[in-house]
């Protein structure tokens, strides 16, 4: 991946994106407040995740932030002034942004392209399901998972409920959404909350290494892949088994798989096309 390729664009002082080759990043820039989210930053994620998704060039999309947090939640000081989320103060556009289905919690379950959490510091709160939310996560030593609702008088509003049982199971997510506990980066290893522990200073370069690796398989299969990994969590195995099918057999017409099965009968590495 050359650094000629790379494109960067502030989308705001706030929220940052990036594409260089066929990796997306979006970086939450408010290191001042922990990265707290504010009101305007949840329209500008979910606008960002669908753009990498919609970008035939992207294959990889990498959530981290900047300085030593990576998202300490929504901004409760905010929230607290009666000038940021859940307060009233916005009119018709507060009530928008209870229409969950554009919020970025949802969104980012329902994109096929694949996501890795970069975990670069604390992930508390809404920070912390939205660290859940990817697809994969490394995180480095440092880095910690703060499920603090319930000592905030709320409960994990954005998925966490949904994610952490099917994660660690139902006894654990009770345990640690009870108890409002924070883990650690060890911690969050042993139980399956994170892919793999790096030390803080190699945190960047183990991301990227992990995104190109993904990225240089056939991106129409790891689309598909994770579709059918998606649909397979509320379907029968027979359903499921049927779906695979359907999915498998426009693949089978690509350009990738014809250069899936080439590469491997010339002992090369694949070049994938995307088509």
């Known amino acids: 991946m050359s650094r000629r390729d790379a494109t960067v664009r502030g989308v705001s002082d706030e929220l940052l994106y990036e594409?260089?080759?066929h990796v997306a990043t979006i970086t939450f820039n408010r290191p001042d407040r922990m990265n707290t989210i504010s009101g305007p930053m949840l329209m500008q994620l979910s606008e960002r995740l669908l753009e990498a998704d919609h970008d035939r060039d992207v294959r990889?999309?990498?959530?981290?932030?900047?300085?030593?947090?990576?998202?300490?939640?929504?901004?409760?000081?905010?929230?607290?002034?009666?000038?940021?989320?859940?307060?009233?103060?916005?009119?018709?556009?507060?009530?928008a942004?209870?229409?969950?289905?554009?919020?970025?919690?949802?969104?980012?379950?329902?994109?096929?392209t694949p996501t890795i959490c970069s975990l670069n510091g604390g992930a508390a709160g809404y920070g912390m399901d939205l660290a859940l939310?990817?697809?994969?996560?490394?995180?480095?030593?440092?880095?910690?998972?703060a499920a603090a609702f319930t000592k905030r008088g709320i409960l994990p509003e954005s998925g966490g409920t949904w994610l952490l049982p099917r994660m660690v199971g139902w006894s654990k997510a009770?345990?640690?959404?009870?108890?409002?506990?924070?883990?650690?980066?060890?911690?969050?290893?042993?139980?399956?909350?994170?892919?793999?522990?790096?030390?803080?200073?190699?945190?960047?370069?183990?991301?990227?290494?992990?995104?190109?690796?993904?990225a240089a398989n056939a991106p129409l299969a790891v689309r598909?892949?994770?579709?059918?990994?998606?649909?397979?969590?509320?379907?029968?195995?027979?359903?499921?088994?049927?779906?695979?099918?359907?999915?498998?057999?426009?693949?089978?017409?690509?350009?990738?798989?014809?250069?899936?099965?080439?590469?491997?009968?010339?002992k090369r590495s694949p070049e994938f096309e995307g088509r």
């Open 97 to 112: 942004q209870f229409d969950t289905r554009s919020t970025p919690p949802v969104v980012l379950n329902q994109i096929d």
């Open 133 to 145: 939310g990817c697809d994969l996560r490394i995180a480095a030593e440092g880095s910690k998972l």
């Open 224 to 266: 598909a892949s994770k579709r059918l990994m998606r649909a397979g969590l509320n379907e029968t195995f027979e359903d499921h088994v049927h779906h695979v099918f359907l999915q498998l057999m426009p693949l089978f017409r690509t350009k990738d798989f014809q250069e899936g099965v080439a590469s491997f009968l010339e």
């Open 19 to 21: 594409r260089d080759g």
């Open 60 to 95: 990889v999309i990498v959530i981290t932030g900047a300085g030593r947090a990576f998202c300490a939640g929504l901004d409760l000081q905010e929230a607290s002034a009666g000038t940021g989320i859940g307060s009233n103060s916005g009119g018709a556009s507060s009530q």
């Open 174 to 214: 009770a345990e640690i959404i009870f108890t409002g506990r924070t883990l650690s980066a060890k911690e969050c290893l042993e139980v399956g909350l994170v892919n793999k522990v790096v030390p803080d200073a190699a945190l960047g370069e183990e991301t990227r290494a992990l995104a190109q690796e993904i």
